[in-house]
């Protein structure tokens, strides 16, 4: 008998190659578990600062996050596994304490995800990648088990 009682894996993600790969860990572990997958889209500063702006659109973004989910779509129908998704804001211009990391466990707390799979992303200063600094936050902070890869 397992250890561990999982229904719901979370995978923060924000398009990147370490998230695809994430997702991919994310699904394996809900295929051990008999589980679903569940993918928060992080979308950061740069992103929402251009969406509060207007110097992007809301709808192009959307597409973006859309082109994304679909890949995790099909990674986790390729080990069997249902997947959901869902959007949030990594940052706010009107809320201080609004972080990736805060972001990501607070998504965990709402859906009711039982592990977190977690992409640890080289620093690189890419604007990108969202979750290069909430991992760690996410390890220190999360209740629920978690895989950091």
């Given at each position: 008998?397992?250890?561990?009682?999982?229904?719901l894996?979370?995978v923060?993600?924000?398009?990147?190659?370490?998230?695809?790969?994430?997702?991919?860990?994310?699904?394996?572990?809900?295929?051990?578990?008999?589980?679903s997958?569940?993918?928060?889209?992080?979308?950061?500063?740069?992103v929402?600062?251009?969406?509060?702006?207007?110097?992007v659109?809301e709808?192009?973004?959307?597409?973006?996050?859309g082109?994304?989910?679909?890949?995790?779509?099909?990674?986790?129908?390729?080990?069997?596994?249902?997947?959901?998704t869902?959007?949030?804001?990594?940052?706010?211009?009107?809320?201080?304490?609004l972080?990736?990391?805060?972001?990501v466990?607070?998504?965990?707390?709402?859906?009711?995800?039982?592990?977190?799979?977690?992409?640890?992303?080289?620093?690189?200063?890419?604007?990108?990648?969202?979750?290069?600094?909430?991992?760690?936050?996410v390890?220190?902070?999360?209740?629920?088990?978690v895989?950091?890869?």
């Amino acid at each position: 008998m397992d250890a561990l009682d999982i229904d719901l894996v979370l995978v923060p993600v924000d398009g990147s190659e370490e998230s695809t790969t994430a997702v991919e860990y994310a699904a394996a572990v809900a295929e051990k578990y008999d589980a679903s997958v569940h993918a928060v889209y992080v979308l950061g500063e740069n992103v929402v600062r251009a969406i509060e702006t207007g110097a992007v659109a809301e709808s192009e973004v959307a597409e973006e996050t859309g082109a994304f989910n679909e890949t995790a779509q099909e990674l986790a129908e390729a080990k069997g596994v249902p997947l959901s998704t869902s959007t949030a804001r990594g940052f706010s211009t009107k809320t201080k304490l609004l972080h990736p990391g805060s972001v990501v466990l607070d998504t965990a707390e709402e859906v009711e995800a039982d592990f977190i799979v977690v992409p640890r992303e080289p620093v690189s200063g890419d604007p990108g990648e969202v979750l290069e600094k909430a991992a760690e936050y996410v390890l220190l902070y999360a209740s629920q088990p978690v895989l950091s890869v």
